[in-house]
């Protein structure tokens, strides 16, 4: 199986600064998703990212695919208190003609007023 | 809408008691899956489901059964529930698509706990 390690595990910082996780592999992935969960409620696709270098912005939101497909982070620029919640990495693996997603620990973020 | 529906979102129950929880996917996905989310382990795939008829054992399916008679449901039984089985789980749905992972949508969860 392969695995997905995030950092930081935790994260609480200020309404208005800046900030990034991070979401790595050893393995190559064909692609990498980013969920946000918050409390209450399951995990929320946010982005795909499909082609090694790619960056995709949402809002504050600008997601990176490494150039090797190894590794992806999600940087949130001016956070908000609405930003808080569980952000999640996944990345397909295929055993045996059977897909699967493979998750992350997760990043918990907090975003205090 | 499209969603995925799990019942109940809580529920407490006693060692040994049989269970099942419903999830119920409107979008026509012949991708079913369930996970349990616990503190510091993350999200793990339980079982899983390609379509009709078909399953599979994820990372962690001790303990637990489901079946795929219909396209749109996707139950978890729970045989003799143990205090280990006390977690939050998700009901997940998606396309099938190989390469490019097809985003999954979740339900709301259901919270268990076993005494």
């Known amino acids: 199986t392969q695995l997905l390690e995030q950092s930081p595990q935790f994260l609480s910082i200020q309404e208005g600064e800046n900030l990034t996780v991070y979401c790595n592999s050893s393995?190559?992935?064909?692609?990498l998703q980013w969920y946000r969960q918050e409390p209450g409620e399951g995990p929320v696709l946010l982005v795909t990212v499909v082609t090694g270098g790619e960056v995709k912005k949402l809002k504050r939101l600008t997601f990176q695919f490494g150039d090797a497909r190894k590794d992806s982070s999600l940087h949130i620029t001016a956070a908000q208190p609405g930003d808080t919640g569980l952000y999640l990495c996944?990345?397909?693996?295929?055993?045996?003609?059977?897909?699967?997603?493979?998750f992350g620990q997760g990043t918990r973020l907090t975003i205090n007023p | 809408e499209a969603q995925v529906t799990q019942n109940p979102r809580y529920l407490i129950t006693v060692t040994g008691k049989k269970l099942t929880v419903t999830c119920s996917q409107n979008?026509?996905?012949?991708?079913m899956s369930w996970y349990r989310q616990d503190p510091g382990l993350g999200l793990r795939q339980i079982y899983y489901?390609?379509?009709?008829?078909?399953?599979d054992k994820g990372d962690v399916p001790e303990g637990y059964k489901v079946s795929r008679k219909e396209k749109r449901n996707f139950p978890l039984i729970l045989e003799s529930p143990s205090p280990n089985q006390t977690s939050l789980y998700f009901c997940?749905?998606?396309?099938?698509?190989?390469?490019?992972?097809?985003?999954?949508?979740f339900g709301n969860g259901t919270r268990l706990t076993v005494t």
């Open positions: 979008m026509n996905h012949e991708y």
């Open positions: 997940a749905s998606s396309f099938l698509r190989q390469g490019a992972g097809s985003p999954l949508h």
């Open positions: 489901s390609m379509n009709v008829e078909v399953t």
């Open positions: 393995s190559v992935f064909s692609s």
């Open positions: 996944a990345g397909p693996e295929i055993i045996q003609g059977a897909q699967k997603l493979v």
